[in-house]
């Protein structure tokens, strides 16, 4: 349950990050010139870094995934306060990246660690249910946009701004209730011992990962040719 609510709010952020743009952009051509090349890159920023999806499971494998899922939100938050320091298109855009990538962690490192621990008759359902919840993030994007007003020019850099909130509030909740450990991520790093431990901690004795586990050969990395 604790995962399960740590990847539902992680998804309410991730869905209010990206559509926190769309209305940002619609007030700031009310104030500033901003010409179609940049709204265009501005808001479609965020959806090129989640194209870093493609490195996020590498990096995941390499630190695991409890880690990047205990420090993602504190990030995004992080860089979207920025949006209140600069009006530059060209640093908004290079944020609007990097926060894009942060949503990529969630999305795929999250998922991974909420099918580890949902019981398998569970897994499909609650991933189906995820999409529920980042829509009402987005769309709860839309009505914060669309009642903030008054600040002139600066308005537009508050509205993108406040997808710091939802951020904050998921990145505190998984510091006051972490997250347990990936067991699969740390019997790939020999820790099977570790991994029965934390398995023990959260499910009981009769769960565990096999000890021959150390003695399996490692599955060679699949190619990219593969995969594309």
């Known amino acids: 349950m604790r995962v399960l609510v740590a ?8 869905g209010f990050a990206l559509g ?3 209305t940002a952009l619609t007030n700031a051509s009310k104030y500033i010139q901003i010409n179609s090349l940049w709204t ?3 808001g479609a920023g965020s959806l090129i870094g989640l194209a870093g999806s493609i490195v996020v499971g590498r990096l995941s ?9 205990m420090i993602n939100m504190y990030i995004l938050a992080g860089l979207t306060l ?3 320091l600069t009006a530059n298109f060209f640093l908004t855009f290079l ?6 990538l942060m949503i990529a962690i969630d999305y795929t490192v999250g998922n991974a660690l909420l099918t580890e621990w949902l019981p398998k008759s569970e897994g499909s359902k609650r991933q189906s249910h995820l999409l529920i919840y980042w829509t009402i993030g987005f769309i709860a994007s839309y009505i914060t946009g669309s009642l903030i007003d008054g600040f002139g020019v600066y308005t537009w850099q508050i509205i993108l701004a406040t997808g710091a909130i939802p951020a904050l509030i998921t990145a505190l909740f998984r510091s006051f209730f972490p997250l347990p450990a990936s067991p699969s991520w740390l019997a790939s790093r020999g820790k099977v011992k570790t991994a029965n431990k934390v398995i023990d901690k959260h499910l009981g004795r009769n769960w565990g990962i096999s000890p021959k586990l150390k003695h ?3 599955v060679k990395s699949m190619s990219w040719t ?3």
């Open 40 to 42: 265009g890159l501005i």
């Open 61 to 69: 494998d390499k630190i695991g995934r409890r880690k990047l899922l």
């Open 7 to 14: 990847v539902i709010l992680g998804q309410i952020a991730c």
């Open 95 to 100: 944020l609007r990246i990097g926060i894009g």
């Open 226 to 228: 593969i995969l594309f």
């Open 82 to 84: 920025l949006h209140l």
């Open 216 to 218: 399996i050969k490692p």
């Open 20 to 22: 926190i743009s769309g």
